[in-house]
């Protein structure tokens, strides 16, 4: 029986033959994620249970006003547990408030008008459920980083692997993370780099975005770069 590790966490496993981090599926997850995504057999856990008021639809974005964490929109469909690809996404309003509060954040960025089209059609008239419209948040990532997005796993890993706290742990750590120039630098502002959306990172850097990431070593902790 071998082990499934997150961020160094070990749980039992029947369907993974070594050591591996799974990696959660959320939109446009920080660069702690992407840097886990370079280690050797990492994998995506796309088949847990969505939960309400988590990372799962929401992500992290400098502001004029500082650090906000914004909402990808769900229908509201009671309190069942579900998967990611059964939960449907808001349309319309809701839509274009997402993307109108990403203009506001980033709209002076220097990547922002050749990324805009792509990211303009992914939110305003993307996938219909949170599971693919995550998905292609992942994918779009990885098209410009360079960085491929893990194999998903096969079976449910429901409840043996803590998402929120091993993102929490790569969200708190800086780590390994080289800092990029930022166009609310001169607000004097606290920019959280590591705890951001990697839309920021790659807002300002482009395609240089990828080595702002370190991977993880086999033990689950950052490579000090």
């Known amino acids: 029986m071998g082990s499934l590790v997150s961020a160094g966490t070990a749980c039992s496993s029947r369907f993974v033959d070594s050591v591996h981090v799974i990696l959660p599926l959320c939109p446009f997850p920080p660069v702690g994620w992407w840097r886990a995504a370079l280690s050797d057999g990492a994998l995506l856990d796309a088949r847990e249970h969505y939960q309400k008021r988590s990372f799962r639809n929401r ?3 400098m ?3 500082g650090v906000q964490t914004l909402t990808v929109p769900v229908e509201r469909r009671g309190g069942v547990p579900r998967a990611q690809d059964e939960v449907a996404l808001a349309l319309g309003a809701d839509r274009g408030k997402l993307w109108r509060a990403v203009i506001t954040a980033y709209g002076s960025a220097p990547f922002f008008e050749e990324m805009a089209p792509d990211l303009e059609s992914l939110f305003l008239s993307g996938p219909d459920t949170l599971g693919s419209w995550n998905r292609k948040s992942l994918e779009w990532s990885s098209g410009w980083m360079g960085i491929p997005v893990p ?3 096969t079976t449910a ?3 043996l692997v803590d ?3 091993n993102l929490m ?3 708190d750590s800086e780590a390994g993370i080289t800092r990029w120039p930022n166009i ?3 607000r004097g502002l606290d920019i959280p780099h590591h705890r951001l959306s990697c839309l920021d990172v790659l807002l300002h ?3 240089e975005a990828r080595g702002r990431v370190n991977p993880l070593p086999p033990n689950g902790s950052p490579r000090r770069g």
């Open 169 to 171: 742990a790569w969200s």
């Open 63 to 65: 502001t004029s006003n």
């Open 184 to 186: 609310w630098d001169d």
């Open 163 to 165: 998402h929120e706290a």
């Open 157 to 159: 890993s429901q409840g």
């Open 151 to 153: 194999e998903e796993v």
């Open 59 to 61: 992500m992290v974005l």
């Open 205 to 207: 850097c482009g395609p």
